[in-house]
T-cell receptor, first 118, second 113 residues
Framework: AQSVAQPEDQVNVAEGNPLTVKCTYS??????LFWYVQYPNRGLQFLLK??????LVKGSYGFEAEFNKSQTSFHLKKPSALVSDSALYFC????????????????FGRGTQLTVWP | DADVTQTPRNRITKTGKRIMLECSQT?????MYWYRQDPGLGLQLIYY???????NKGEISDGYSVSRQAQAKFSLSLESAIPNQTALYFC????????????FGPGTRLTVT
């Protein structure tokens, strides 16, 4: 079964400091991995994804994520946090080996609330 | 994302009423999804459709039904609303590529009293 875990409900960081939002996954085969961000009263916005290739993926707004197959992790990072980065962040996984009608489904984590204080 | 629109944006309804949430997209995507978001639970998949003739249940389809009227339109219905269906509902779309990300609408906040 496919699943995603975001072990921290909340992450708090000071502006200018580096931030990390953690994500681990479980799939039966090779994963596609995604990060989304949700600002208040808005839908989810795509940040970045890992499909194949370089384990370090760069995305929107200066975010990046590192795929670690041995640790089954895909942590979201940013070198210098901004107050405007405060939002709810979701990790999601798609199992490449799944066939049939479930192909294409995303499985989401429960979300991590990031707060960046001035 | 303005390419995916949802109506209404907010709705308050009473227990037992039938209600329909509508989703339209201009991205030309074949795949459409309905999710429900509850605080602390993340997103749960209600239904998804890979084309007009293909409708699939997600993990929480009980109490819901859908209609894919066209490639661009995917509606979610609550046949007889109950209070625990109070939630934020999102529509999303994606194209056929296996690595494709999903694009989300702005959401509908539904309250069932």
């Amino acid at each position: 079964a496919q699943s995603v875990a975001q072990p921290e409900d909340q992450v708090n960081v000071a502006e200018g400091n580096p931030l990390t939002v953690k994500c681990t996954y479980s799939v039966s085969g090779n994963p596609y991995l995604f990060w989304y961000v949700q600002y208040p009263n808005r839908g989810l916005q795509f940040l970045l994804k890992y499909i194949t290739g370089d384990n370090l993926v760069k995305g929107s707004y200066g975010f990046e994520a590192e795929f670690n197959k041995s640790q089954t992790s895909f942590h979201l990072k940013k070198p210098s946090a901004l107050v405007s980065d405060s939002a709810l962040y979701f990790c999601a996984v798609r199992d490449l080996t799944t066939r049939g009608s479930t192909l294409g489904r995303l499985y989401f984590g429960r979300g991590t609330q990031l707060t960046v204080w001035p | 994302d303005a390419d995916v629109t949802q109506t209404p944006r907010n709705r308050i309804t009473k227990t037992g009423k039938r209600i329909m949430l509508e989703c339209s997209q201009t991205k030309g995507h074949d795949r459409m999804y309905w999710y429900r978001q509850d605080p602390g639970l993340g997103l749960q998949l209600i239904y998804y459709s890979f084309d007009v003739k293909d409708i699939n249940k997600g993990e929480i389809s009980d109490g819901y039904s859908v209609s894919r009227q066209a490639q661009a339109k995917f509606s979610l219905s609550l046949e007889s609303a109950i209070p625990n269906q109070t939630a934020l509902y999102f529509c999303a779309t994606s194209d056929l590529q296996r690595g494709a990300e999903q694009y989300f609408g702005p959401g509908t906040r539904l309250t069932v009293t």
